[in-house]
């Protein structure tokens, strides 16, 4: 049974720091892509950074320079630095997992990120 169990969402100020971790289990995390999405209230789910099995990263436009996603495969575990954080990065944060060449993709519970004074 494959999970994806995130952690480290919280209650930040505007220009601080959080440290989102995703644990994996039950799939071969080398050859997964895995990914940080984001959905705020009443917006569809949108993707925030992808890593490929090989280190190749990605980013959407509005966290580039701010975010930065990183691998483990040793501990099986992907994170999401983010940094300079606004009140517009409040959403919940689901982690993905993606193998495409077996067509699977699997999805984290979430965790809420709140950016407020």
């Known amino acids: 049974q494959v999970r994806l169990v995130e952690s480290g969402g919280g209650l930040v100020q505007p220009g601080g720091s959080l440290r989102l971790s995703c644990a994996a289990s039950?799939?071969?995390?080398?050859?997964?892509?895995m990914g940080w999405y984001r959905q705020a209230p009443g917006k569809q789910r949108e993707l925030v950074a992808t890593?490929?099995?090989?280190?190749?990263?990605n980013y959407a436009d509005s966290v580039k320079g701010r975010f930065t996603i990183s691998r483990d495969n040793a501990k099986k575990t992907v994170y999401l630095q983010m940094n300079s954080l606004k009140p517009e990065d409040t959403a919940v944060y689901y982690c993905?997992?993606?193998?495409?060449?077996?067509?699977?993709?699997?999805w984290g519970q979430g965790t809420q990120v709140t950016v407020s004074s």
């Open positions: 039950g799939l071969i995390f080398s050859i997964t892509v």
């Open positions: 993905n997992g993606n193998v495409p060449r077996l067509g699977s993709n699997y």
């Open positions: 890593i490929s099995d090989g280190g190749s990263t």
